[in-house]
């Protein structure tokens, strides 16, 4: 990482934008280098100059920020900045640092650039991210936006331990308790590192380290997986030999 994170701030009301920049002026190892009122105008900067990390606004006329941060590169780092807390987002196609709430409060924009990496000219991959990287894996950093009741929450894989097939949707488990995102369970699969996460049956995929034990299953040749929290998985008959093997020791 540079020694510093060249910043961008998107928002289309002028008056948020300094705000911003005002507060970022406590975190130095934030150099604010551009100001965007709009998507394009964001494009155009970060096709020109170099930005590690983007303050993005939501709610902006003509493209949206979600709809820009689809375009934004994967060696760019973003933050959702809005007034607005009702965006459910199937995040597994963005991966944001956090989500703001305007009027930006200074403590919890602290904790915000407390999820950024330190930052290091000699920074280099270690070997579990170099592997993610090369299957196209995402990280375990890497945050979904969640909303759990009223609160929109940025919750990491390292703290989900379940995904259930729901129609259509996908249930999502954490400590936080239960979401929903619109995404198959295919889908979630491809984007799963299998070094962390197993797909017990069509229905789940569950976090390895987050099963307690195994037992019988009711169907002959079947198991469960026990997870910490109690709940009881099914594992299919075709995929019992291979959970069998995962944990059979060295």
């Known amino acids: 990482m ?5 910043t961008l701030i998107v928002d289309d009301e002028r008056l948020a934008r300094n705000e911003l920049k005002r507060l970022l ?13 709009s998507a394009a105008e964001a494009r155009a900067i970060m096709a020109k100059q170099t930005i590690d990390l983007v303050f993005l606004d ?7 920020g979600i709809e820009l941060a689809n375009d934004i590169p994967a060696n760019i780092r973003f933050v959702f900045v809005t007034a607005f807390n009702s ?7 963005l991966n944001a640092v956090d989500y703001l709430l305007k009027p930006v ?6 904790k915000t650039i407390g999820r950024l990496p330190v930052p290091d000219n000699n920074h280099k991959h270690t070997d579990q991210q170099e592997h993610q990287l090369t299957n196209n894996f995402l990280p375990e950093h890497h945050g979904i936006l969640l909303k759990f009741g009223d609160i929109n929450r940025i919750v990491r894989l390292h703290e989900i331990y379940r995904f259930e097939c ?25 984007k799963l590192d299998p070094a962390f996460f197993f797909k017990t049956s069509r229905a789940d995929i569950v976090r390895l380290d987050a099963i307690e034990h195994i037992e019988a299953g009711i169907s002959a040749g079947s198991m469960l997986a026990v997870l910490r929290d109690g709940q009881q998985i099914e594992v299919s008959r ?6 069998r093997q995962l944990f059979s020791g060295i």
């Open 2 to 6: 540079p020694s510093k994170f060249k």
């Open 25 to 37: 002026q406590a975190h130095p190892e934030c150099e604010v280098v551009a100001e965007a009122s």
């Open 58 to 64: 939501i709610h902006m006329p003509e493209v949206t």
């Open 87 to 93: 965006y459910a987002l199937d995040a597994f196609s």
């Open 105 to 110: 409060v200074p403590e919890r924009l602290a």
């Open 166 to 190: 729901i129609g259509n949707h996908a249930a999502v488990y954490s400590a936080y308790g239960k979401s929903f995102i619109h995404s198959s369970l295919a889908r979630i699969e491809q």
């Open 238 to 243: 075709r995929q019992t030999q291979q959970l």
